[in-house]
């Protein structure tokens, strides 16, 4: 094979540097809703830190905030508005 056959075989990826999540003038706070809200699931977990791609100080920051939040109660601990809304098919009570 030669070299130009080769060069068509071989792919190279390129791929865009993903932006920080918190960028370095955002306040971690638990009043700062806006950027507590990118950080817990669907059903109120809070992600983890390979999800989030933080560092790990930024992850303990976030999780205290998150914490301090639900305290509080401007947060819920519990997300289940999903469980409500799904019907229960197929099981019978005898």
């Known amino acids: 094979m030669d070299k130009s056959k080769r060069l068509f075989l071989k792919s190279k990826r390129s791929f865009r540097r993903r932006l920080p999540p918190i960028?370095?003038?955002d306040q971690i706070d638990y009043r700062n809703m806006s950027l507590i809200s990118r950080?817990?699931?669907?059903?109120g977990?809070?992600?983890?830190?390979?999800?989030?791609?933080?560092?790990?100080?930024?992850?303990?920051?976030i999780t205290i905030a998150i914490k301090q939040?639900?305290?509080l109660s401007s947060l819920?601990?519990?997300n289940n508005e999903k469980q409500f809304e799904k019907k229960r098919v197929g099981h019978y009570n005898y």
């Open 23 to 25: 960028q370095s003038g």
């Open 39 to 43: 950080f817990i699931s669907e059903q």
């Open 45 to 61: 977990k809070i992600l983890s830190r390979r999800v989030n791609r933080l560092s790990l100080k930024q992850q303990r920051l």
């Open 69 to 71: 939040a639900r305290i």
């Open 76 to 78: 819920p601990f519990l």
